[in-house]
Each structure stands twice: as structure tokens, then as C-alpha cells.
């Protein structure tokens, strides 16, 4: 009894200690006490932590490069050349209307502002930073390995096997499993398709809302247009955007929490074998399920939006009456950050700090008030309470499915779109500074200390991490080549300028159109609005001419531009898959001393055995016991 | 010394048996007895052979594939379309010369062998065999990996760390190098300076030998048309080919050899710090070396050839005399089919056959021939000599160097160009029947029995096999797209055909070329060769006609053409490898009743040190000897 006194003692005095020197946001500038953490949790959190500590290390990097690579643009948005040339006021280019009717004719320097801003976004240091940043996840991953391998070794597990660890746990799933053992089998079936009719179907309903929110943006947009006096249309863009934009991220965030329970009740109806299967699944569900719904309006905005749009005289029309969006003159881009830096602020602003920090507090609250409902007997009672048994009061420990889930999110929105928005990594290390101490907090303090689970890696997110890092790399590909301006300028600089400079790029990317081939009852109803009569307008598209043989028909310099697209798409591809081989092949999985170290245990280990073998003529092979590695190793120091 | 008599008859009696069992050509078609192999020569030469029991294996399925794929050809040869347009009598299209002044023109359907040809290997099978054979290779990689695992176990090589195989290892390499051990850190450099830069040398003889052949081939043709009466010209590319390739091949041969003694030579200047180290740093060397040389005339063939040809009126020269080489009409394909059927059938007769079988004979006549020059005495004595005493008087055991190179060469025609050759599986499937016989004689009557290694695994030539299978994914790729006339026709069909059928794709594929814009000195000396005088002659490439505003330029046909060619790379690459992740998932590395077993032993095992741990008081953690699994697992069974 008093044994156990002190070991409990021992355990308040970890917390006191862990609550002091971890949990608390004023030590947010130091190291983990990782050993401390896995010593009062286990390795399973133990391991979550040095990952989320190390992928925070690594983000300071990251958002370094970042901000020098978002600090070069701001120096050099002067001396951009298409900026510059649209900016110009001599520059007279008249483009068509952006609506039907009721829109007119505009001055492409009108939209001055817009271009020096989609600079920033959009510039040469762009390409580098994708590239660095596939990089930098290929170095983020093989640092894990190898910090994995030092936590193993410094915590004695390279001896276990991954079947011990799941053996080992038979919890309430596993025995839930097996009442429903009858199930397997023929009955296993059903299951499975009622499986992937729901995913199917959630991924449908994720994709519904997203052109539900477009379908509000296109038609608010033109009522707007419609009935505002043409003072206010200025505003109506901004109003347009940050309303759905709102409204974007409010339905991501409830269906977040939809998809998790959607994702859970999928698993339980799956009947996995273990707790590590069941586990496994769920995280597989969740994922599939959060990243498309975190990440369809993205990808929306960065390869459909402005690409099918049609041409001047033959528009596009969504449910026969709304024009299909474009972004703003060649600001695919910026759109496309704005649309990411919303979501990823959004998510983690209220997710984490509204969700992770509110909602437990107001449970708090809750069961405050309960218990002074209660007779103040009861209260006093629970005044004399061991610390342990008041513990019981708090929320259980939910897994660590969600906190993982929330930073492989993260890790998307810094890996996934990155080459549009290089601040990226900036806000992830802000929020995760502030994460780290904030799950630390909700451990020591307001969850029941979870039962110690041993584990030797991270399991499926590690593969989770991988995936989503080769996913980014094509995804990247895609976005330098065909959302930004890149490959089109450089394009016009090789093979069309007259000196070689982007001087005349921006005429270059106009097509002509003849107004008077608009369809009747589409034409403008304020043709004279800039002044002067408009016979010929200018769209952006790389179409034929109205007085070539074929007007209008998809032009040679499309054709070569597309080209040029794909052609950086595999080699940017293939060259940032090449370059991650090499990292991985650079950086060794083991660190050295820790090879060297095991190395000599293993000797003396063999030296042991064979003393063993002499003293008392047993013969065993190979016996590599834990106990005796950890006695050598303290002789050893 | 009983004992020792009774062993010795116990591993000649093993020896016997391996010879009739297994170094054999009448029992090609059982299984390899692999467990004999390994007690007789150890873990590390039966999993060779137990890999390349399972490659051959593998290669039935490919081959009937390939056989099917290339029946498939022959059987629809007569209804592709583009080959009938070609053969069609009252097809009239003249084509321009094929040479400058002595060649004239010509009519395009006298090509029409060559068209039916060249579709037995550029039909849409094709496409499709490229993707198996891609799902192969990974398949293959999986099943390797299952297979190791259970070797792994079957031979209780399970809890047999890397470290401990490499570190046993103490031979002359190791010596030799703690004799310069004083060359290590600033002397080091020098060595990889020179290493890099023999590397980059030995890399350039390869191109510079390659380009050598090219000249060759397009000087001797160019001398031939000059000299010879036109009524032998068709016997000229013939000879010009087949000479060309027999140089090609006979350099390559020769070439393989000198780079494996320049890798050895340069691996020990390299002086690694042990045996493992030694063995993948050459391996590595001799495979980039022996790589480039098998592969580059087929590089570039496929994907250099051709290509650079310039147009009429304005050829490309080499050495400003000679025409850069062009394939016969629309047979890229069909070149590089005969180039790559050459190289691979001559290397594997002549390499394995000639030099495998061939040497070691004659080395043994020497030796033969040798002794009997020696007294009859000496003789006498030989003939009363053990067993293990004349067996010294064997080849040296070289290791297996060698013997796994042969063979991922061999893997790389059979993955990286197959798109262009689906029968290279079945050749290497006949090859490899006899290879292991040949190789298994060897092992047994031919070598001194090596001193038997032990080995978990196949070390780097497993990421060897993994690379090639990767380059193999990009390579076929672009075999199809770019090589092939697989996409032309895909883009004809879809966007220019009337009718949606390939009727008129010869003619779309073919430009104009006015006969009067021919550059002085250049024109046929013979123009009325065909019996009527030609205005307008046509070529093959993506051109604007004579009489358009920019003649002869790069037409929107060529833009639009190639950016879907890049298209499909990327789709081909990309669908490719996620197919091989899918293989990769669903294979599980270790097979499910090895995985129960393992389980199981380990159940049994920690009952076995929980009831010692009663008996005796001491307390052994996790003790897994395999001794101890040994006797459960006879308890087991």
C-alpha cells in the first residue's frame, strides 16, 4: 500500500513536472521533455509528440524560405514587365464585357491593381520554393525515420515486433468484434458495399455543396450586377467573395465533424478483426473523407475555375443563364491563394482554438453547474477526494485519430498547393507552436490520463504522409505550369518575343474579337461607355483572329503553350521524384552513433552469451533479451 | 576424425543429389530443390537461385502475354487501315528523295512490307502490354518479397540482423583495407574525384562508340547509293544494318568486359571500409557502366532517331556531307524492335552460351592439357588424391556478381523498351531455363565450392530491380508516345478524321514540299525516276504547305499532336505507378500462414519464458532465442 503511495506520488510529482516544463505556453521556445511525456503517457502519445515536435522544427525552415520567397517578390512586383506594361495609362487596350448586357467594355489598365498583386504570387522564386518544398518533405520524412529509430532505440524497442504491440490490446472494439463474429464471411459483403456506396456518396455531397457555393458566387454575382447602379459594382466583387468564402469554410468545418462520425459508423459496420485493423480503417475513412472536403474548393478554384469559360459570342452558360466563372484578368493564382489562406486560417482559428479550447471549457462549465445543482454535501465530499478519484471527473481520452488528422490536413495545405501561397509554412508554425502546448495542456490537465500504449512507429499516418507528399508534387507540377502564368511567359520570352524580353506579353495572351458577332440579346446595352465606339474587343485566350480563314478556332500558340505545360509537368515531376530518391538515399535511416551503439551491444551481447555457454554448458543460439541489452548498455556509459 | 569422414561423405552424398536433382537440363521443368541448395551452399547462393527460380517463373505468365499480344498483331495485320492506304495499287503519293542527288522519288507504296511490318508491333495491344508488363515488374518485386520472408523463415534467418552478416565478413578486401586505412579523410577525395571522372570517361567511350557506329551506318549508306547500280540499292540497307549491328554488338560485348575490370579497379581505389560496402559500390559501378552500354544505341534508336532529320530543302548534316539518319517510312518502332531483338538474343547466346559454357571448358582443356605434360607420377598421385583435394584444382568461386548482373540486365529488356518488343520475355524465358542448369552445373562440377554466406536478403540488387522497374514506367511511356504512331492516329481519329475512322491518316501525316524550293546542288540528278516530271513531293513531319502565308514552318497539327503525346506520359506514368502502389497494397509482404506461424511461436515462447521465470527466479525479459523457436517450432508441427 504504501509502495503503491509512493508510485502514485511519483506520478503527480511527473504531472506537476510535465504541467511545468511542457505544458504551458511560456516554454514554447524549448524542447520537449519527450522522455518525461512517454514516461507518464506511454509511447503511443510519447511518439505523437517528438513527430509534432520534429515537424515543427522542420516548419521553421520552411517558412523561412517562404517568407524571403514571398519578401523577393514584394522588392521585385517594380520591375515586372506584364505588370508594368498593364498599369501603363497610354496602354489603351479595350476588353469585352465581363457579363452579359448590363456589363460594358472596360480598360485593361483598370485592372493595374490585380496584376501587381497576382505578382506576388506569381513569380519565378515560385518554382523554386515547390521544388524546395517537395524537398523539404522528403527531409521532413526522412528525419522521422530516423528520430523514430532513436526514440526506439532510447526507449528499448527495436526488440519489439509490430504483432506484440497489437496483440497486446483487447479493447472494447475487439470484444464488440467478437459478439459479432457471425458476421464474417458471406455477411462481410454487404458491408463492404454499403462501404463504398457511403464514401462514394459523402464524396458526392462534398462535391454538391462546392457547386452549391459556386452556383451562389455566379448568381449573386449577377443578380448583383443586374440591379446595383454602376457606382457600387466595386464593392460587389469583394461582397460576392468574402460571403462565399464564409460560407465555404462554415459548411467545411460542419462537415468535418459529420465525415468523422460518418467515418466511424462505416468502420464499426466493417467489423475489422483487431483494434489495430479497426483503428487503421477509420484513419483511412476519416482522411479520404476530410481531405476532399478540405481540399475539393481548392482544387476547384486552381484547375476548373476560368478554364471553360467559352470565348466572346459563344459563353458557357451554367443551367442556361449564368456565365461559368473566370478569375480575375490572369490572377488564377491569387485567387487561388486567397481561397487557401481563407480556408487554412479559417480551419485552424476555429477549429483548433474555438473547438479545442472552447468546447472543453464550456463541458467544464457544464459539469461545474451540474455539480452545484448537486447537494453541497456531495461537494464537500468530493473536496476530500484523492486526486484520482477526482480525475474521474474528466473527459475521457478520445485517441489520437483527431490530433494527428488535424496536422496531416495541415501538412496538405502546407505541401499540396504550396506554389501558390509561400506564406504557408508561416502560419502552420504559428499555429503549431501554439498547438503543441495547447494538446499538452488538454492532456496533463483536462483529459483522464490515458492507459499507456506501447508502439513502436507512427503506423498508417507515416504512409498517410507519404502519400500526400507525392500527391503534392504533381499537384504543384500543375499549378506552376497551368494555373500560374509561368510557362506562358516564358513561352513569349523563348519563342515569340522580338528581343527576347516579356515586352508585348500581355498583347501576346489577348485574342480579338469583332463585336458585332456577338448572339443577339447578349451585346452590351451600354456599347458607348468608354467614350468611344468599340468594333473590335480583346479577351484573354490564345484564339484565332476574327479575320483569319478559320476566327476564332483554338490558335498554333495554344497548342504550343499546352505543350510546353506538359512537357515542365514530367520534367518537374520526375525531377523532384529523382531528387527525393537522392535525399533519401543521403540521409542514412539509422543515425550513426545509434548503429554504433547497437553494434557494440551486439558484440558484447555475443560475448556474454558465449561466457554463459561456457559457464554452464547450456547452448543458447541467440539470445537477445532486452533485460540484459539494458544492463550492458548501463555498463556501457 | 570419424566425424569429420562422416560429414564429408554426408556433403558429397548432398552434392550427387544436387547434381542429378538439380544441375540438370532434363529436370528443367521441376522446382529448384532450393533447401539443399542453401545447406550445400549457403544462405546467399540459394537465394540466387531462389530468385532466379522465381523471375523465370514470373516470365511464363509475361511471355504468354507477350505471345498473345504479338498474335494478336499478325492476326488483325490485314485490317489496319494505314497500311492498306499504304499497299493500295492506286495509291499515287510521291514521296521526296531519300538521299541528296543520286536518290530520286519515290512511291510510298512501294513501303507497304515495311508498313505491315511495323503494325505487328505498333498496334493498340501494345499500349496495353506495356501497362501489364509495368503491373509485372511490381508484382514480380512483391513476390520476391514474400518469398524472402518465408526463405527467411524457413531457414530461421528471422532474427539475423544486417549487421551481423556484414560484420562476419573479414576477406582480402577488408584486409587490404585496414592495410590503408591512412588513406581515409583527405585522401579519400582524390579517389572520388577519380572515380566521378572515370565514370563520366567511361560513359563518353560509350557515346563516343555509339556515335562511331551512326557514322558508320550513314556514311556507308551514303557511299553505297553513290557507287552501286540503282538496281542493287534494295540490298543495301540490309547489309548497311545488319554490318552495323553486328559492330554494335561485338563492341558492347567487348566493352562489358573492360568496364567490369574498370569498376573493380576503381572500387578498390575507392578503398571502402568493409566487405558489404566493397560488394555494393561495385555492384553499382559495374551496373551504371554495363547499363549505358546495353542501353544507349537503343536510347537511341528509339527516341533520337529520326527526330532531328531537318525537311526537304533544308536537311540536317552531320559533318555538313551526311544526312542525319531517318527511319524507313513510319517504322521507328519496327527499328527498334530488330536493334533491341539483336542486342538482347546476341548478348544472351554469345554471353552466356559462348563465354559461360565456352571458357570454363577450355580453361579446364588447359589445365588438362597442362597436366599431362607433368609426369605420369604426378598423375598417379592425382588419381589417388580425396575428393576435396582434386576439387582444388576447380575454377575459383568468383561470387555471384556476375551471374545477378546477366540477369537485371536481362530484366531490363524485358521491362524497359518492351512496349516495342513483346516477345523479349519469352526469350528471356528460354534463356533462363537453361541458365539456371548452366548455372547450378557450374556451381556444382565446375567451381570450387565457395565458403558458404550468410544473407537475409539480395541487398541492393533489390533497389537495382526497383529502379530499372521505375525507369522501365517513363521509358515505355515515352516508347508509346513518342516512337510509336500509337497517339498521331489517336489525335487523327478524335479530332481531324471525317468519319472517325484512320482513313486519310497516312495522307494527314504527310507535308508538302515544292520541288523548286530544293537548295542548289541538293536535287535529284534522275528527276523524271518515275516517269513523269514531280511538282510538288511529300515528307513526313507536321508541316505548313508550300503555298501557305509561312511555308514549311512547324504547323498547329505538330502542337497539338505532341501536346497530347505529353499528356499521355504523364497519365501513363502517373496511372502506372498508382497501380503499382495498389499491387503493393494488396500483396502483403509476409504470407498470412508465415505470419500465424510467427504469431504462434511467439505465444508459445513467452508462455516457455513466463514458466522458466516460476522455475528459476531469474528474470529474462523477452528472451527470443531461435534455438529455443527451433524446438518449439518441432513441437508444432
Redesign the interface.
Known amino acids: 500500500d504504501l509502495g503503491c503511495c509512493v508510485l502514485m506520488n511519483g506520478f503527480y510529482f511527473s504531472a506537476q513536472l510535465l504541467y511545468e516544463e511542457w505544458a504551458n505556453y511560456s516554454v514554447f521556445y524549448k524542447y520537449q521533455p519527450i522522455g518525461l511525456v512517454r514516461k507518464y503517457f506511454g509511447e503511443k502519445i510519447g511518439l505523437y509528440f517528438a513527430w509534432l515536435g520534429l515537424y515543427t522544427q522542420m516548419l521553421i525552415l520552411a517558412s523561412l524560405v517562404g517568407v524571403i520567397v514571398f519578401l523577393y517578390g514584394c522588392a521585385t512586383v517594380n520591375d515586372n514587365i506584364p505588370s508594368m506594361e498593364i498599369c501603363h495609362p497610354k496602354n489603351n487596350i479595350t476588353m469585352c464585357p465581363l457579363c452579359d448586357r448590363v456589363c460594358s467594355y472596360w480598360k485593361l489598365s483598370t485592372s493595374c491593381g490585380t496584376a501587381r498583386a497576382s505578382y506576388l504570387f506569381d513569380n519565378p522564386a515560385t518554382v523554386f520554393f515547390s521544388i524546395f518544398m517537395a524537398l523539404w518533405a522528403a527531409m521532413f520524412m526522412e528525419h522521422w525515420k530516423r528520430k523514430q529509430m532513436q526514440l526506439n532505440y532510447e526507449w528499448d524497442l527495436t526488440?519489439l515486433?509490430d504483432?506484440?504491440v497489437s496483440?497486446s490490446k483487447l479493447t472494447q472494439h475487439t470484444i464488440h468484434n467478437n459478439n459479432t463474429k457471425q458476421t464474417s464471411g458471406r455477411h462481410r459483403l454487404p458491408a463492404y458495399v454499403t462501404n463504398v456506396v457511403m464514401m462514394l456518396l459523402m464524396i458526392g455531397v462534398t462535391f454538391a455543396v462546392v457547386f452549391g457555393v459556386i452556383l451562389y458566387r455566379i448568381s449573386t454575382q449577377a443578380a448583383l450586377y443586374m440591379s446595383s447602379s454602376p457606382t457600387s459594382r466595386s464593392h460587389i466583387q469583394l461582397t460576392v467573395k468574402t460571403t462565399a468564402a464564409i460560407i465555404n469554410l462554415v459548411i467545411i468545418l460542419i462537415l468535418d465533424e459529420v465525415y468523422g462520425a460518418v467515418a466511424r459508423w462505416l468502420t464499426v459496420l466493417e467489423a475489422p478483426k483487431n483494434e489495430q485493423s479497426f483503428e487503421e480503417k477509420l484513419i483511412f475513412k476519416t482522411f479520404i473523407l476530410k481531405f476532399v472536403n478540405a481540399f475539393t474548393p481548392i482544387f476547384y478554384t486552381a484547375f476548373i475555375r476560368g478554364r471553360l469559360v467559352g470565348r466572346p459570342g459563344q459563353y458557357l452558360y451554367v443551367f442556361e443563364s449564368y456565365r461559368a466563372e473566370e478569375c480575375a484578368h490572369g490572377a488564377c493564382l491569387m485567387e487561388l491563394c486567397i481561397q487557401l489562406s481563407i480556408i487554412m486560417l479559417g480551419k485552424q482559428l476555429i477549429q483548433n482554438n474555438l473547438f479545442e479550447i472552447g468546447i472543453p471549457k464550456f463541458k467544464k462549465l457544464i459539469r461545474y453547474l451540474r455539480s452545484k445543482q448537486g447537494s453541497f454535501i456531495e461537494e464537500e465530499r468530493k473536496k476530500k477526494l484523492h486526486r484520482y478519484e477526482s480525475d474521474h471527473f474528466l473527459e475521457p481520452f478520445a485517441g489520437l485519430v483527431p490530433e494527428y488528422m488535424e496536422m496531416i490536413i495541415q501538412f496538405g495545405f502546407v505541401t499540396l498547393f504550396v506554389a501558390s501561397f509561400p506564406l504557408a509554412p508561416l502560419f502552420a508554425l504559428l499555429n503549431n507552436i501554439i498547438e503543441i502546448r495547447l494538446d499538452a495542456k488538454k492532456f496533463v490537465t483536462e483529459l483522464r490520463r490515458p492507459v499507456a500504449t506501447r508502439a513502436k512507429d507512427i503506423g498508417i499516418w507515416y504512409s498517410i504522409l507519404r502519400g500526400v507528399a507525392l500527391v503534392a508534387v504533381?499537384i504543384n507540377a500543375f499549378v506552376i505550369s497551368f494555373t500560374s502564368d509561368f510557362i506562358p511567359r516564358m513561352v513569349y520570352q523563348y519563342m515569340y518575343s522580338p528581343d527576347g524580353s516579356l515586352h508585348g506579353f500581355v498583347n501576346h495572351t489577348l485574342s480579338y474579337f469583332n463585336v458585332s458577332h456577338f448572339e443577339h440579346g447578349k451585346e452590351t446595352m451600354d456599347p458607348l461607355h468608354l467614350g468611344y465606339p468599340v468594333e473590335v474587343c480583346r479577351y484573354k485566350d490564345y484564339r484565332e483572329p476574327p479575320w483569319s480563314p478559320s476566327p476564332y478556332e483554338i490558335?498554333?500558340e495554344f497548342?504550343?503553350v499546352?505543350?510546353v505545360r506538359?512537357?515542365f509537368?514530367?520534367v518537374f515531376?520526375?525531377v523532384v521524384l529523382l531528387m527525393n530518391e537522392v535525399v533519401d538515399w543521403l540521409i542514412p535511416d539509422i543515425p550513426k552513433d545509434i548503429?554504433l551503439q547497437?553494434?557494440k551491444e551486439?558484440t558484447l551481447l555475443v560475448d556474454l552469451v558465449m561466457k554463459e555457454d561456457r559457464d554452464k554448458t547450456r547452448?543458447?543460439?541467440?539470445?537477445?533479451?532486452?533485460?540484459?541489452k539494458k544492463t550492458y548498455r548501463n555498463n556501457n556509459n
Open positions: 526488440g515486433e504483432k506484440e496483440d504533381i490558335s498554333k497548342w504550343a499546352l505543350a506538359l512537357a509537368v514530367i515531376q520526375n548503429s547497437i553494434h551486439n547452448v543458447p543460439e541467440r539470445g537477445a533479451s532486452s533485460g540484459t
